[in-house]
């Protein structure tokens, strides 16, 4: 052991509120040997991150690890290891990844975006002032469950539903949309709600998901109990704010725990997330389980069990929709990054032109 001591009692004491442990300490150890700091990002913008550290928060460049690869780069979250001195101060590194939340850019390359880094709980913020989009949940959930998180979503603004049987319904329209996550009612006006998810994200690192005008930075601010994220007023007609949050930063908690709040994402692009996808429509995978085929592809099969549940009133038939449109979105972003995957969606397509071939031509013997 170097006279760095990234394991000392020292260490842990004043990195212990940002989530270090004795796990992560075992991964520094050859880091600690060479004589770098450990320390966790607490924010990052334009080839630079603040790193907090048992002496301080600091500023370091990233330029050291490989910023060619959007899935590589240093982000909110990380824990890394950082040059003792130096100007400017470099990250050498960042130690594996315990989870990871990523989505798809808008580039037409089917990159993946990295928002936030070792995360153990994800926090969809919705905003009941304006009407549920339970689709965008089920995409927000989607890409949480793929990141190795628990999600768990936040209905803020709950104040501005002052009629109790009119805020269950609205609480059981997104329980319904997001099996085994749970769902809470916040209001961060009068603090209604904010006792139970003080004592879920004391857990851990919880990242704050939304759009923009959701309530997140007000949120984060009734959580550490202060001013810390600036607000902005959403607009009337339509429930949306401005980007109050521009960057990714991470904030310890009073009460324990970390949390993360990101800018708010109009777009939530999928990538390569077909296990969340699976999560969150966890039903239909196990109704597809007592399908006739195993590759039922729940449009007109017979002995399909899903679009039984469908006529039987047992399954939505917008969780269908939903789901396929999810899938054919997952679908095309990995064929794009994958051959096999894309050479396999060749295959299936061309079987599913020759079998509507083969119908269409029994419907004209049958016109005939």
């Not at 679009?307 to 939505?316: N, V």
């Amino acid at each position: 052991m170097t006279s760095s001591g990234s394991t000392s009692s020292a260490v842990f004491s004043a990195l212990a509120p940002y989530g270090w442990d004795d796990a992560w300490a075992a991964e520094f150890a050859p880091y600690d040997a060479e004589g770098l700091l450990v320390g966790r990002v607490v924010r990052v913008d334009r080839g630079q991150c603040d790193v907090v550290t048992a002496d301080g928060t600091l500023r370091a460049d990233t330029a050291f690890v490989t910023p060619h690869d959007p899935l590589r780069v240093v982000c909110t979250g990380d824990w890394v290891a950082v040059e003792p001195g130096g100007t400017p101060r470099y990250v050498r590194t960042y130690l594996p990844r315990r989870t990871a939340f990523v989505r798809s850019t808008s580039s037409k390359r089917s990159e993946g975006q990295i928002l936030a880094a070792n995360v153990d709980h994800a926090i969809v913020a919705v905003s009941l002032a304006v009407e549920l989009d339970l689709g965008r949940i089920e995409r927000f959930l989607a890409l949480a469950w793929e990141s190795g998180a628990q999600p768990v979503v936040v209905l803020t603004k709950a104040d501005l539903v002052p009629d109790a049987v009119t805020l269950a319904h609205l609480v059981q329209d997104v329980e319904t949309t997001a099996p085994g996550v749970p769902v809470l009612t916040v209001s961060a006006l009068d603090g209604d709600g904010l006792d139970v998810l003080t004592a879920v994200v004391s857990g851990g690192t919880s990242v704050l998901l939304g759009q923009s005008g959701a309530g997140k930075s007000t949120l984060a601010n009734a959580l550490v109990g202060a001013d810390v994220m600036e607000v902005q007023a959403a607009r009337d007609v339509d429930g949306k704010g401005r980007h109050t949050t521009t960057t990714r930063n991470l904030l310890a908690l009073p009460g324990g725990g970390v949390l993360i709040d990101t800018p708010g994402l109009r777009g939530v692009g999928l990538f390569d997330a077909e296990s969340g996808v699976g999560q969150v429509f966890s039903e239909i995978e196990e109704l597809a389980g007592d399908c006739r085929f195993h590759d039922c592809a729940h449009e007109s099969e017979p002995g399909c069990a899903v679009l039984a549940a469908i006529d039987s009133g047992e399954l939505p038939e917008r969780r269908l929709e939903s789901y396929r449109k999810l899938i054919r979105e997952n679908q095309r972003i990995v064929a794009k990054t994958d051959a096999r995957v894309r050479a396999e969606l060749r295959r299936e397509w061309k079987k599913r032109g020759a079998e509507g071939k083969a119908a269409m031509e029994v419907k004209r013997g049958r016109w005939a």
